[in-house]
T-cell receptor
Framework: NAGVTQTPKFQVLKTGQSMTLQCAQD?????MSWYRQDPGMGLRLIHY???????DQGEVPNGYNVSRSTTEDFPLRLLSAAPSQTSVYFC???????????FGDGTRLSIL | KNEVEQSPQNLTAQEGEFITINCSYS?????LHWLQQHPGGGIVSLFM???GKKKHGRLIATINIQEKHSSLHITASHPRDSAVYIC???????????FGEGTQLTVNP
């Protein structure tokens, strides 16, 4: 089972560049989320989706866009990268709210 | 003040020791999760509980809803248990998880 697949695993960007972090799950999970993990802080929710065509903002949404055109995919777009977005990004999915989350392996992103 | 507080932040133990990691929270919750993050970065869900106690192998998780407190215990600790252990809560009023900062556990042989 692939579970939750994130690509790329590592990326270095220059300030102002845009890019998309990919997340795909093959478990038919309705609920998907993007988190960022920074030193000294817990995981923080960026955006989430409760099903195809439905997205909502989390705790730290500024500078990021998401879409959910299919149940499987939930890409995260950085519109104009800033050094403050240097972080490790995790995608997670769950069958429904209240169930354990399944995490991807993370994307380590550095913005120069 | 964070809604979810973990203690200790760092813990070093010798192989075989009994380990306890604590999590306190300040909001009403519908569930509490314990997660494990290995040095490679991957995160796995260990437990989800809303009352009482759960056990899986050498891991035991307990929760006291009245005291807003949960503990994760590891019996007969082993170096492969070395990881960051993360507590997260789901508030009764919403669908999101709020995470603690994590406890870095190192078990020496």
């Amino acid at each position: 089972n692939a579970g939750v697949t994130q690509t790329p695993k590592f990326q270095v960007l220059k300030t102002g560049q845009s890019m998309t972090l990919q997340c795909a799950q093959d478990m038919n999970h309705e609920y998907m989320s993007w988190y960022r993990q920074d030193p000294g802080m817990g995981l923080r929710l960026i955006h989430y989706s409760v099903g195809a065509g439905i997205t909502d903002q989390g705790e730290v949404p500024n500078g990021y866009n998401v879409s959910r055109s299919t149940t499987e995919d939930f890409p995260l777009r950085l519109l104009s990268a800033a050094p403050s977005q240097t972080s490790v990004y995790f995608c997670a999915s769950t069958l429904r709210v209240g169930q354990p989350q399944h995490f991807g392996d993370g994307t380590r992103l550095s913005i120069l | 003040k964070n809604e979810v507080e973990q203690s200790p932040q760092n813990l070093t133990a010798q192989e075989g020791e009994f380990i306890t990691i604590n999590c306190s929270y300040s909001v009403g919750i519908s569930a509490l999760h314990w997660l494990q993050q290995h040095p490679g970065g991957g995160i796995v869900s260990l437990f989800m509980l809303s009352s009482g106690k759960k056990k899986h192998g050498r891991l035991i998780a307990t929760i006291n809803i009245q005291e807003k407190h949960s503990s994760l215990h590891i019996t007969a600790s082993h170096p492969r248990d070395s990881a960051v252990y993360i507590c997260a809560v789901r508030e009764t009023s919403g669908s999101r998880l709020t995470f603690g900062e994590g406890t870095q556990l190192t078990v020496n042989p």
